[in-house]
């Protein structure tokens, strides 16, 4: 089947399908030699169903090449994926928290002003005129996507 095919029966664009492809996350296709378009087979499909969700559960894409590589070691021990769901549930643990302490800080922002004013005496543009500990001195929360870091809820 051609990419446009294959991209509509799996739900992702052409782009990012060709991306997959790039990363390694998607064996190349063969080209057909009569119009040199790519041709994907059952396998493809099969493949990005998995990717997609394994991206449905935020995995990252090593995560990802990790449980790929695990599918073609049939014989092999689970333990390393079961290491890595440890991690990722750890990871969506910390998020969590990150998330509920963003919603408190928003919740008493919001506070500041329960009433319509004009702008010149909103309290929540006051508050955040003045910034607070916080948002000087961020706390830096590490992120499982390699490479990046958390600050005050930001990715870096």
Not at 45 to 52: A, D, S, W
Not at 66 to 73: E, G, K, M
Request: net charge negative; proline share 4%; aromatic share 4%.
């Amino acid at each position: 089947m051609k990419i446009g095919e294959l991209a509509k029966q799996v739900g992702f664009t052409v782009e990012t399908i060709r991306y997959y492809e790039k990363e390694g996350l998607l064996h190349p296709a063969l080209r057909d030699p009569a119009n040199n378009y790519r041709r994907y087979d059952h396998s493809h499909l099969e493949r990005l169903i998995f990717i997609r969700r394994c991206r449905t559960l935020a995995m990252t894409h090593e995560e990802i090449q990790v449980l790929l590589q695990a599918r073609v070691q049939p014989n092999a021990s689970c333990e390393t994926i079961n290491e890595l769901i440890d991690e990722h549930i750890h990871h969506v643990q910390a998020r969590i928290a990150e998330l509920q302490i963003l919603e408190t800080q928003l919740i008493e922002l919001r506070g500041q002003c329960r009433a319509a004013h004009t702008t010149r005496d909103c309290g929540i543009l006051r508050e955040l005129d003045h910034p607070t500990e916080e948002l000087t001195e961020p706390a830096v929360v590490h992120s499982h996507v390699p490479g990046s870091q958390c600050r005050g809820g930001q990715h870096k």
